[in-house]
């Protein structure tokens, strides 16, 4: 098998990506139906209901477990993973975005008092997920992976 075939046909790999492009596509498709506006650039974002990160490291966890067997080293390896990305999106990620919002609104309140020559660029706010977007992302990449190895 030639490189291009093997990683074609890495189901493992796909089953990790489709559930992320899902989780994508729900959020989009959240956004239109709670809040009534068509926002196709949030497929792009990170943050939001659900976490496609969340998503992702769960199905590939799911399927090396229900391939390779939830006692093996491999399983270990991507359940860690796993478990380091979705603490990272919730935890630290959402942290300094917050703290991104907060410094943003201090630079305008500075703006206003010293006027001339103070100009520093905002901070790109990008934010993390909350425990239950984390949560979401989870189930829908377990459900992705076991579709992947146990249905199709």
Same mark, same amino acid.
């Given at each position: 098998?030639?490189? =291009? ?9 796909? *089953?990790?990506?489709?559930?992320? #492009?899902?989780?994508?596509? #729900?959020?989009?498709? #959240?956004? @239109? ?13 990170? !943050? ?6 969340? *998503? +992702?490291?769960?199905? @590939?966890?799911?399927? %090396? !477990? ?17 478990? %380091?990305? +979705?603490?990272?999106?919730? !935890? ?9 919002? #907060?410094?943003?609104?201090? %630079?305008?309140? @500075?703006? *206003? ?12 706010? @990008? ?12 189930? %829908?990449?377990?459900? *992705? ?6 249905? =199709?």
């Amino acid at each position: 098998m030639t490189t =291009l075939t093997e990683l074609l046909s890495n189901r493992w790999l796909w *089953a990790a990506v489709f559930a992320s #492009l899902g989780a994508q596509v #729900l959020k989009v498709l #959240l956004i @239109l139906l709670l809040e009534r506006r068509w926002h196709p650039g949030a497929f792009m974002e990170t !943050g939001g209901m659900p976490s496609s990160h969340s *998503a +992702m490291v769960s199905a @590939l966890s799911t399927g %090396i !477990g229900l391939t390779e067997g939830w006692d093996t080293p491999l399983f270990a390896i991507a359940a860690t993973f796993a478990l %380091i990305v +979705m603490y990272d999106a919730s !935890g630290v990620r959402h942290s300094s975005g917050v703290q991104a919002r #907060l410094l943003n609104e201090l %630079i305008e309140e @500075l703006r *206003a008092v010293v006027r001339e020559g103070f100009a520093p660029k905002p901070l790109r706010v @990008l934010m993390g997920h909350t425990y239950s977007e984390v949560f979401v992302g989870t189930l %829908i990449g377990i459900f *992705a992976g076991w579709l992947a190895f146990r249905v =199709l």
